[in-house]
Nanobody
Framework: QVQLVESGGGTVQPGGSLRLSCVVS????????IQWYRQAPGKQRDWVAT???????AYLDSVKGRFTISRDNAKNLVYLQMGSLKPEDTAVYYC???????WGQGTRVTVSS
């Protein structure tokens, strides 16, 4: 069974950092385009970052310079390193394998003092 599982969420103070992980199981994801999305309470799910098979990345303007997406193909893992976190980054973060059209279950990030 192919599935995506996110981890690494939690509660952090403003200015803090977190690293989210997304593992793709049951499928080799080296050539897949992987994305991170987030959904804040009461809002729509928004795209955050993308990494493609050539490791070309793209980011939502509001996270540029603060978030970094990367991948470890040997482990079928994609990471989202988040720094200088702000309260407005609070959301459930989802991993999306765009090539396979698969979603993870999400991991919650809360930025609060």
């Amino acid at each position: 069974q192919v599935q995506l599982v996110e981890s690494g969420g939690g509660t952090v103070q403003p200015g803090g950092s977190l690293r989210l992980s997304c593992v793709v199981s049951g499928r080799r994801s080296d050539f897949d385009m992987i994305q991170w999305y987030r959904q804040a309470p009461g809002k729509q799910r928004d795209w955050v970052a993308t990494i493609d098979r050539w490791n070309i990345t793209a980011y939502l303007d509001s996270v540029k310079g603060r978030f970094t997406i990367s991948r470890d193909n040997a482990k079928n893992l994609v990471y989202l390193q988040m720094g200088s976190l702000k309260p407005e980054d609070t959301a459930v973060y989802y991993c999306h394998d765009r090539t396979a059209d698969l979603w993870g279950q999400g991991t919650r990030v809360t930025v609060s003092s």
